[in-house]
């Protein structure tokens, strides 16, 4: 891969993690120039990656102009195995009945709640948990973040999906994957979800409030 590629890609990562992006901010996080910036979103443009947004007005200096990825650049950020993964649910759907896809979930659940728990069972912190896992899930590709409310909530961001089509096929997954976390903390803090890329968000997020 050669540098423009490699700066490209980076510049997209930045787009995806963090929503719509000026060229400035993009220069200042990735350490390029205005111009070596301009001429990334100009090819990734050209390639139908990105899109830019009507100016925004800024309380001094000209207006900005964010950039956005569009359907094509969301695309790149793999879904794993998504098309097989949804042919199987609407096979077992047909075949064997919803039953016995709620099944398949719940077993689901309970193996990835098990697996968490785990490895979150050694860490005691409400941060120190929420940290293993964005840890976990970022090993799984969604792309997670933790961030410390001034409330003293945490926000657990997950900026990616990697199964996102199998969960337009069968929203079960989401609601087991709420039901994970949910348990996950259970008797430590509440979990409920504020941001959901179904529901049309660019990112699922989850507002954790420590039990007092």
Same mark, same amino acid.
Request: no cysteine.
């Given at each position: 891969m050669n540098e423009s590629n490699t700066s490209q890609d980076k510049i997209l990562y930045q787009i995806k993690r963090l929503g719509p992006l000026s060229v400035k901010s993009l220069a200042e996080n990735l350490d390029i120039s205005t111009m070596g910036i301009r001429q990334h979103l100009e090819q990734l443009s050209e390639k139908e990656l990105i899109t830019a947004l009507p100016e925004e007005s800024q309380a001094r200096g000209r207006p900005v102009k964010?950039?956005? !990825?569009? /359907?094509?650049?969301?695309?790149?950020?793999?879904?794993?195995?998504?098309?097989?993964?949804?042919? !199987?649910?609407?096979?077992?759907?047909?075949? !064997?009945?919803?039953?016995? !896809?709620?099944?398949?979930?719940?077993?689901?659940?309970?193996?990835?709640?098990?697996?968490?728990?785990?490895?979150?069972?050694?860490?005691?912190?409400?941060?120190?948990?929420?940290?293993?896992?964005?840890?976990?899930?970022?090993? /799984?590709?969604?792309?997670?973040?933790?961030i410390e409310e001034d409330d003293g909530d945490l926000l657990f961001l997950e900026h990616h999906c990697p199964i996102c089509i199998a969960a337009k096929t069968c929203q079960g997954f989401c609601q087991s994957e709420l039901e994970v976390f949910q348990k996950l903390f259970t008797g430590v803090a509440s979990v409920t979800r504020v941001d959901h890329i179904l529901q049309g968000a660019r990112r699922c997020s989850y507002r954790i409030s420590k039990i007092i």
């Open positions: 964010p950039w956005k !990825l569009t /359907e094509k650049g969301h695309a790149r950020f793999p879904d794993a195995h998504a098309q097989i993964t949804s042919d !199987l649910i609407r096979s077992v759907r047909e075949v !064997l009945g919803e039953p016995a !896809l709620e099944k398949i979930i719940e077993k689901r659940t309970t193996e990835t709640y098990e697996q968490y728990q785990l490895s979150m069972e050694k860490h005691h912190s409400l941060l120190d948990k929420a940290e293993e896992l964005v840890r976990l899930r970022s090993s /799984e590709g969604y792309m997670a973040e933790v």
